[in-house]
């Protein structure tokens, strides 16, 4: 009988990390746990980065993050599974609105992949007008 190979292709996710409720160090850093468990390896992640609340007001300053994560899984089901992550660490479902956080975590990059659904889009449509995602994401690159 012959043995048919299978392989598993790997992709490239860039996910950003964002917390401004609680040890927010400690947030990422689970969050980041959290990936390698569910999603896949964690290769690399950006320095932690203080910033201002963006698009509201708040007191509390954020600490964000981007990493970068080899998974097997499709687009639709990483974005489940940092849903999972974000509700199992306390996130509250918000309609649309930007409010204070324990963790946020969102895919903006996947491979080279340009993708656009109602729950999903690829590349990220804001990372471009936002310094917390583009300083990590500079550091990652440049060690890339």
């Known amino acids: 009988m012959e043995e ?16 401004n409720i609680g040890d927010k160090s400690k947030n990422l850093s689970s969050a980041i746990e959290e990936i390698k468990t569910l999603i896949g390896e964690v290769t690399e992640v950006s320095s932690f980065f203080e910033n201002e609340p963006q698009g509201f007001e ?7 993050a981007c990493l970068i994560c080899k998974t097997n899984l499709n687009p639709l089901a990483t974005l ?4 999972k992550i974000e509700k199992k660490m ?3 479902k918000t309609n649309g609105v930007y409010e204070d956080r324990i963790i ?4 903006i990059f996947y491979d080279q992949l340009v993708f656009n659904s109602e729950k999903l889009t690829i590349p990220h449509k804001e ?12 550091e990652l690159t440049a060690n890339n």
Do not use: C, M, Q, W
């Not at 917390?132 to 500079?138: E, G, H, S, T, V």
């Open 4 to 19: 048919k190979l299978i392989s598993i292709k790997k992709h490239t996710v860039y996910i950003a990390l964002g917390s």
């Open 58 to 64: 708040s007191n509390n300053i954020f600490v964000n």
């Open 80 to 83: 489940k599974e940092l849903k």
């Open 90 to 92: 306390g996130r509250k």
């Open 104 to 107: 946020d975590l969102d895919i």
């Open 127 to 138: 990372y471009k007008n936002r310094n917390f995602i583009l300083i990590p994401l500079a």
